[in-house]
């Protein structure tokens, strides 16, 4: 089944028992601006509905998205390979989910015009919570990364999301503790 954001779709893959989410497309930016979008740290990311990343950058390290006041915890992991500029693979778990970890790995290769990525959230062992979630919220942010990578600016689609999702954020039942 094909999933699909406003310029950006998603595969819904089963191999081996294991469902998986692949979501291929171009950006018209090369390979460092694309990663910096993926991996900037300690500021809001508007393709991300204004979360923050913060990330020990390197094999083994945490990770975690908060609010962009740094109040609630909203999804973390583990970093498990880190390649600038090419790949950046991470555990996921939803802060306000009960799933199992699943994993997600992001692979930038250069093209003519701009940069090839290649997201692929997998280790799902059935249709979980987190599966269902991400399954639309991929296209979309994915979307707007590309808009905002590639004109300045987040998609309209994108924006009323933000402004839907981003208040209920503040409510998410994850307290995030100071992060040392």
Not at 45 to 72: I, S
Not at 121 to 138: G, K, N, P, V
Request: hydrophobic share 40%; net charge negative.
């Amino acid at each position: 089944m094909l999933i699909t954001g406003s310029e950006v779709s998603c595969e819904e893959v089963v191999e081996s028992g294991e469902s998986q989410l692949r979501c291929e497309f171009d950006v018209a930016a090369p390979p460092p601006a694309v990663w910096e979008a993926f991996t900037r740290t300690e500021t809001p990311l508007p393709h991300y509905f204004d979360a923050v990343l913060q990330a020990e950058m390197r094999p083994g390290g945490r990770w975690r998205f908060v609010t962009d006041n740094r109040q609630r915890l909203l999804a973390g992991g583990e970093i498990l390979a880190l390649e600038p500029p090419r790949r950046f693979v991470h555990s996921f778990a939803a802060a306000d989910l009960d799933d199992p970890a699943s994993r997600i790995s992001v692979e930038l290769d250069p093209t003519p015009d701009g940069t090839r990525v290649l997201l692929v959230h997998d280790r799902f062992l059935r249709e979980t919570a987190t599966y269902r979630r991400f399954r639309r919220a991929h296209p979309l942010a994915l979307s707007a990364l590309k808009s905002v990578l590639e004109t300045g600016r987040l998609p309209v689609r994108a924006r009323i999301y933000t402004a839907l999702f981003k208040p209920g954020m503040q409510f998410a039942t994850a307290r995030a503790e100071p992060w040392d």
